[in-house]
C-alpha cells in the first residue's frame, strides 16, 4: 500500500508560480513511476508530467511544457510540481498517482496507475 498527500494548492495570478508537493508514506519503494494529473471542472482528467523513480526521466504534456518541471527527492518519497507562467487555463485539481508497474504503458493513462491522493486545488485568476 502506497499513500500519497498532496499540498502547494492556492491561488494565484496569471503569470504567478506554485509549486506542489506530493508526498508518499508506506511501501513507498514500490513506486516506480509517480505522475501529476489534474482535472478541471467539466472535463476529464489529464496527465501534466510524470516522473520515473530509478532513472529520473521526466515525461511533461505539450500544454506544460517548459513552463512546468517535476522532481523527486533525494529519498524517493516526496514528488515536487515547480509551475511557472501559470495560465486561467491551469485552474484544476491536482492529482498525484504512483505506479508499480509502469513499463509498456502509457504515462499519462489514469488507468495505469495504482494509487491516487485526494487532490489539491489550484486557481489562477486576477
Known amino acids: 500500500q502506497v499513500q500519497l498527500k498532496e499540498s502547494g494548492g492556492g491561488s494565484v495570478q496569471p503569470g504567478g508560480s506554485l509549486i506542489l508537493s506530493c508526498t508518499a508514506s508506506g511501501d513507498t519503494a514500490t513506486s516506480r513511476r509517480v505522475g501529476w494529473f489534474r482535472q478541471a471542472s467539466g472535463k476529464e482528467r489529464e496527465g501534466v508530467a510524470a516522473i520515473w523513480t530509478g532513472s529520473f526521466g521526466t515525461h511533461y504534456a505539450d500544454s506544460v511544457q517548459g513552463r512546468f518541471t517535476i522532481s523527486l527527492n533525494g529519498s524517493r518519497t516526496t514528488v515536487y510540481l515547480q509551475m511557472n507562467s501559470l495560465k486561467p487555463e491551469d485552474t484544476a485539481t491536482y492529482y498525484c498517482?504512483?505506479?508499480?508497474?509502469?513499463?509498456?504503458?502509457?504515462?499519462?493513462?489514469?488507468?495505469?496507475?495504482?494509487?491516487w491522493g485526494q487532490g489539491t486545488q489550484v486557481t489562477v485568476s486576477s
Open positions: 498517482a504512483a505506479d508499480l508497474h509502469p513499463y509498456g504503458s502509457d504515462w499519462n493513462r489514469n488507468e495505469g496507475y495504482d494509487y
